[in-house]
């Protein structure tokens, strides 16, 4: 469930990469004009000497005027000019007098300078995102057809070339003259003694710590969103799936997305006794042979052909469930796909390293997700992984879930879904009493102050938060998009059927309500609009199940009992071990490609299989009892979403850790509103800000063994 539109540097990675692709289509001719303009312009006869010559004699008038206390700034301030200034920038005789005219050498000046740029920015964000809003209303709501038009408008993004316009007018290389770059180990040893200020100037120089040409921006699109086309249509037919007897285990006309469907068809199967452990293991080789690509290259989104996973034979379809017409001239064979899965990985990582020499603060894409996005140091943030991994627990839970399977646990049993609670309530009675309550968007609206108190915040809190949520009716599953300037307000888009809101739509309202509740205090009642929001999607997401979580009590229905709260732990736990191996894959294929550049795409096939069997030794064979499992692997975003997957288990020691702090207090409203107002420091210190402690898995591990006794009670 996505929170629409967080302040551009906490743009989660999906999103950034959407952005990227819609530049595509919408950007070429600018960017080619772009480019072309720089080959002109660059032939000035400015060298490095020149500009190295400049900076010193710079240094030494500067700190005359001045004086000895602006030393540092000053030297910090010319090189940070000096990285990115370009020929086609100006002559030395154009630095020299930018820098004479634009360096702040007073405190009084520097304020000014600081003041105005916050204030300007905030303008600027705002008004870009209200445009972006208003272009894509036609899709994101209930308002008719959809036309061609309405699409572009939606897929167009006004703000795509702000970071290049203000270099090119010098207003970025005016706040790199006065404001320092930091790295992220600087914001993690010295932030927590920094004021609130230095905090707002490090988010204000941030903005300008890279300019990445155009045409760069453009390549790493273009990878992004070609990655995004293979895996979208990578389907697997399952009815076509045959066992040696030629039997069929998938009903007709069923179409898995790899990997997100055939995981879910995993989780679905547990519920079916007959035949659900044969599909599993159907699923398990078809995911097997995804990763080691020994697929048939004709099994692959193709309902001509009936598939025999196990011994890989093919065949033309002996029944038919689909309208597809027959490849006539398609010759039938299992010649397996040519390593088409790595070799559009290893585009996005070489379309991702042309961005490096200009990312001087954060030279890898590896550097650019931990030190910039996620902001944890990546060995710090494998430590906790492992804490997860190596826990005692583990084991334990698998113990639990073999003796409620009733058998030995196999590889595809990490997507085990059996401790889901079961609710007291039917989907019926639910879906009545919300009906009843809200027959049309309005009615929410109405009762947003009210569910507030219910959360604890004061009626004078509820209604001043309230009071900045619009709720419009979503043509989607809904979404929370705020604002990014305080004149703005930020909206709930909720869907609600002719006959009123259903339960699972008014689910989805209550977590999209907290997304809401959270980008209205961390943009209006932080101190400085340069911090506004969160550090990362994460915090945004834990804070909007917290709200989720209450629903039923919201309902003013009994909510759940100390079993289902020690089910829902034991499942999330169990969710976190799997998909931290799952990320530890990631992050070891990302740094092999590093280590191997020019590497093809076969050897990169072999080296992510052998990471995904040394991960699944490492941390599942022994609890599985297998070795050399390659399922780890099998995950799409690893494809085409650029080292995101660690974002996933990050986001669930967040969870837990702000979920135990709320309960510690007894009250959501004032805890919500206390952590909300930090704004976007380092997740560490913002974690240490709202539970005295920093980011760990500490939370989840004491959760998961308080869930297991509770689950012996019984
Ligand atoms: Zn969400």
Redesign the pocket.
Known sequence: ???KSRSPQALSFALFALLLSTLIHQDLAMAQTAVSDTTQTSNSTLTAQQLSDSMKKLDTELLAKYGEAQKVRLSTGLHQVMEFWRPEDGDAAAFESFVRTNFAGDQATLDTMFTRYQRLLEQLDGHMHEMSREFATQQDLDLGPIRPYDEIFGGYDPSAHITDDFFQNKLAFIVLLNFPLTTLEERINEGPKWTRRQWAETRLAERFSKRVPAEVNLAIAKAGGDAGNYIASYNIWMYHLVDDKGQRLFPPKMRLLSHWNLRDEIKADYADTQSGLAKQRTIQQVMERIVTQSIPQAAIDNPQVDWNPFTNDVKPASVQDSDTPAKTDAKITNTPEPDARYATLLKTFRASRMADPYSPTAPTLIDRRFNEDREIPEERLKAMLEDVLTSPLVPQVAKLIQSRLGRPLEPFDIWYAGFRPGSKYSEAELDAAVAKKYPTPEAYQKDIPNLLTKLGFSPDRARYVAGHIIVDPARGSGH?MGAQMRSEKSHLRTRVEKSGMNYKGFNIAV??MG?NVEQTLSLNDVDYTLLQSVPNTAF??AL?FVFQAQDLSLLGLSSSDARSDAMKTLNDFWGTYEIAGVALVDMAVWHWMYDHPDATPAQLREATIQIAKDTWNRYYAQVFGKKDVVLLAIYSHMIDSFLYLPDYPIGHLIAFQIEEQIKKSGSIGPEFERMTKMGRVTPDLWMENATGKPVSADAILTATAEALKQVGKQ
Request: glycine share 0%.
């Open positions: 469930m996505d929170a929370a977590h999209e997304h945004t997401e909007a």
